[in-house]
T-cell receptor
Framework: SQQGEEDPQALSIQEGENATMNCSYK?????LQWYRQNSGRGLVHLIL?????REKHSGRLRVTLDTSKKSSSLLITASRAADTASYFC??????????FGAGTILRVKS | KAGVTQTPRYLIKTRGQQVTLSCSPI?????VSWYQQTPGQGLQFLFE???????NKGNFPGRFSGRQFSNSRSEMNVSTLELGDSALYLC?????????????FGAGTRLSVL
């Protein structure tokens, strides 16, 4: 079963705009990760944030984690058409067992 | 370094048959995990192998099984296929097999059960 919800389910924006996706989860975690998937292919790891961290940056990505609210957000700044994909959050409590959210489908229009 | 390789990429089987999927992890990675992705249930964890031992198992029936070889390559087997087993099966490898490790995914095997 999935850990939680992602919001929104789908997002359509213009190139150059920012995209924000949210993820909520249910249990305590060791870390939370974000992955991208293009057209039903394999997942690509984007960023990992540990439970004792509140914010992390990687290039155009910014991730926040609020363990008290059991939620995270992923911000993609200055979106490009190539960012069009599905984005999943995944929580890890122990032992490489990732529990994924339902995902957000992002479409960036050029 | 070569990425995670899954074979075959596509499979078509009929109900009642069995199927074996293969995964070659990134060189040096000892942990291999398997996931099932369907439109209805999303991405679900099947099991994880580390040093030829199953360490974690998801909530799937016993028809789903796996193994890992001494070179870290892994196979998963699904017996007595059902229509609902149609899915994208993803394999992921990681370096140490513990917490806080990034998982690297293969392109997946798309299984269609007719």
């Amino acid at each position: 079963s999935q850990q939680g919800e992602e919001d929104p389910q789908a997002l359509s924006i213009q190139e150059g705009e920012n995209a924000t996706m949210n993820c909520s989860y249910k249990t305590s975690i060791n870390n939370l990760q974000w992955y991208r998937q293009n057209s039903g292919r394999g997942l690509v790891h984007l960023i990992l944030i540990r439970s004792n961290e509140r914010e992390k940056h990687s290039g155009r990505l910014r991730v926040t984690l609020d363990t008290s609210k059991k939620s995270s957000s992923l911000l993609i700044t200055a979106s490009r058409a190539a960012d069009t994909a599905s984005y999943f959050c995944a929580t890890e409590k122990y032992g490489n067992k990732l529990v994924f959210g339902a995902g957000t489908i992002l479409r960036v229009k050029s | 370094k070569a990425g995670v390789t899954q074979t075959p990429r596509y499979l078509i089987k009929t109900r009642g048959q069995q199927v074996t999927l293969s995964c070659s992890p990134i060189s040096g990675h000892r942990s291999v995990s398997w996931y099932q992705q369907t439109p209805g249930q999303g991405l679900q964890f099947l099991f994880e192998y580390f040093s030829e031992t199953q360490r974690n198992k998801g909530n799937f029936p016993g028809r789903f099984s796996g193994r890992q070889f001494s070179n870290s390559r892994s196979e998963m087997n699904v017996s007595t296929l059902e229509l609902g087993d149609s899915a994208l099966y993803l394999c992921a490898s990681s370096l140490l097999g513990g917490e806080r490790n990034i998982q690297y995914f293969g392109a997946g095997t798309r299984l269609s059960v007719l």
